[in-house]
């Protein structure tokens, strides 16, 4: 008998935690490997800020982890990332208190159903409102109150999870990667860079247009091909596991008296939510005490009991506990660095490769050296604080524009906050859709290198132009 021929066995992507953890094992070599060094801190008198003393740098005796330390490093990272972590779980919890009212299921059906024939519209306009909060609030984190909604309206229409979430991820993305009016990245920036605050917003709002539009188009194409076959969703599993969460739009649901009211309740604390943010600095801490109140007397209002209350947030909440901790996890990578005192060492050794590029692509090159400080700094305020007081002195001695080392870093932190398993914005936004990282990691990817390869494009042409 003729032997069957092996089945080649098909790549599977390793769990989310798989990939964290051999990350974090990467940096931990790296600190036996890297030499270790450190800037000098110092406050900024004009600003308050601590910022780094680009001439400061200096080695330091090495700082390897050691294996027990390389395991603290996971509850460390939960403990540095416990704010997140629990907005999640509350975020998480006080939606599924509103959506057991019923309330989002009858509203939504409506909007569904008005775009029954068109539901590719909602993609662009969810983008574009989206876009207008993140260029302006510096909406991230935030986005983790709408992307439910997000969700149960994307399969209302026909699409998957993935879409719903890249709805509101992707647009708030878009604008706060424009930074047009962002306070928390262009603003520190070009305070740090001595520019007028806001300055050169014209060129900002034609970024955000040109993302708007690419991305949606990205977005549309993949929720056209899901519609026609459900099959060809990256999350198809998923779809099939939360096959009863979909509203049936044959069979409205009745929107009673009592649905408005938990409506009014909802969008009311949608609205403090902006409006504490954009007046008052809101973060973490308010953002989801707000949503707690509003959770809590949506399900009064909607006639549960206190039990019953009860019962529903811990029902939210337990469905999050994947994403949630990814959020915390993750943090280590951050942590291993840090503590091996490797992370100066890795930001100096980028600056140093930028000043020796040709001076007509160092513009281009601190857009690659700030795209990839964001995977170590995530925080786009804390990459500011430490690479604009270098990258400013660079751009003056290489004849780059200020204003283009603005953009350079601005491009460079905000196109990857999207896929970084450790900010709080993609992993708590994938945590409340149910979506693995893994997976929107697959479909984003594609994405991700088209924005990429136009941030070459524009700093090019901001450099060409004299953007200032």
Known sequence: MTPEPKKKKKFKVPHTYVIIGFIILIMAVSTYIIPAGQYERVVDEATGRTVVDPDSFTYVEQS???????????????????SIVFFIFVIAGSFEIIA??????????????????????????????????GATIGLAEECLLFVPLGVMLARAVGYDAIVGVAM??????????????????????????????????????????????????YIMRYAAKV?????????????????????DLDEL??????????????VLGLVAVVFGVFNYGWYITEISTTFLITGLAAGFAGGMGPSKVSEHFVTGAKGVVFGALVVGIARAILITMQSGMILDTMVHGLSQIVGRLPSSITAVGMFIVQSFLNFLIPSGSGQAAATMPIMVPLADVTGVQRQVAVLAFQLGDGFSNAIIPYTASCMGSLSVANVPWERWAKWFVKLLGIWYAIGFVLVIIAQAIGYA
Do not use: C
């Open 100 to 133: 057991k009212t019923g309330t989002i299921d009858s509203g939504i059906s409506r909007i569904a159903l008005k775009f029954r024939n068109s539901g590719k519209w909602i993609i662009p306009i969810f983008l574009v409102i989206f876009a207008a909060f």
């Open 168 to 217: 509101v991820l992707l647009g708030a993305a878009s604008g706060f990667t424009s930074g047009a009016l962002n306070p928390f990245t262009v603003g520190v920036a070009q305070g740090l860079a001595e520019l007028t605050m806001f300055s050169g917003i014209t060129y900002r709002l034609i970024i955000m247009a040109v993302m708007v539009i690419v991305t949606s188009i």
């Open 253 to 266: 649901p009745e929107l009673t008296g009592r649905h408005m009211i938990v409506l009014a309740i909802l």
């Open 64 to 82: 390897p982890i050691k294996p027990f330390d390389l395991f603290k490093t996971i509850p460390v990272g939960l403990d540095e990332s416990a």
């Open 227 to 247: 519609k026609a076959n459900p099959q060809l969703s990256v999350v198809h599993e998923l779809e099939i596991a939360e096959k009863g969460k979909v509203i």
